[in-house]
């Protein structure tokens, strides 16, 4: 057998069966909010003693000195929607009796702050919540289908990609996508563009039902329907443009986001178009400052708080040793709720 100081606490783990965290807290004695049964105690016991575990001292130092805490991964720090996400995750945590460590990972960031070493930032959580489409390449995915073995993940209004039979909760984007259609449809608008859309995740459902919807009402989409537009303000306004500057723009404009959307705005101004007399513009994700955009922002509401409170329910479940009930990993998702403002209108 190899030297014992050798044996990492994730070994134990796999040979237990439990998480990594469950390992930590039997071995440190520590107390935690979830209960761990006697006989899952013995078996990772047994299974220390077996492998002639020691726990690292600083490592145990440091585990000692910390409470439970979950692990909250963001797809960046400027996206309001996921702000307001990570406040209603971190206050149903702390309710829960548990701390939050919060990491970020962008799109365009530096191979060093790529999903894999946060992980490892964050391999003294209980669990890990990953918010959003997060960036990943297939040595992140790697490890992340290894570390479900050690510690519970749950995907959050999102996802990363290839990783579809994890555990994970978020609106119904496809029907939040159809809810908004529906009612620029009952305004009388036919030639309604998409402006937005991503590679995966919940960008993609929105884009996937605008085509749906458009091909069963009104046949299929014209490729210069669908506008392509980074998830920011300014993808946003460089997309509008685009669309405002057709031959025969559309009358009415479904945005994949409410970020998209108020970028869109700025451009309707700067090209002097009217909204929504000359054009109506629906957004998603019902921000907080989508009330007070001159005109008031219509909009699919996402039911953040909710999404924040089911997403440590469901990760404490997983926590508990709760398995989920489908092949694919189980999924929840929560309806969504137009709001009505001022940014849309009948065809006159």
Known sequence: MRRAEKITIREVAARAGVSVSTVSRVLSGAESPIPIGEETRQRVLQAAKDLSYRPHPGARLMRSKTYPTLGLVL?????????????????????????????YVEADSDPALRISDLMMALRYCDGLLLAGDL??????????????????????????PLLGESASIAADNHA???MALDYLA???????????GGCGGALQERQNAYAEFMQQRFGPPRPRDIQPASNSLEGGRQGMAALLALPQPPTAVFAS??????????????CEV?????????????IPNAAYTPPGLTTIRQPVDALGQQAVELLEGLMRGERCSTEGG???RLATQLIIRKSCQAIG
């Open 75 to 103: 797809r960046g720090a400027e996206e309001p929607f996921l702000a307001q996400l990570a406040r209603h995750i971190r206050i149903a945590a702390k309710a829960s009796g548990y701390e939050t460590a919060l990491a």
């Open 135 to 160: 960036p990943a390449d297939e040595e992140d995915i790697r490890r992340l289908r290894h570390m479900g073995w050690n510690i519970p993940v749950v995907l959050v209004c999102g996802g990363v």
């Open 176 to 178: 939040g996508a159809w």
């Open 186 to 196: 009952s305004l009388g608008h036919r030639e309604i563009a998409f402006l937005g």
């Open 257 to 270: 986001s409410d970020q998209v959307a108020i970028g869109a705005l700025q451009a309707a101004f700067e």
């Open 274 to 286: 009217r909204v929504p007399q000359d054009v109506s513009l629906i957004g998603f994700d019902d």
């Open 330 to 332: 189980r999924q929840i």
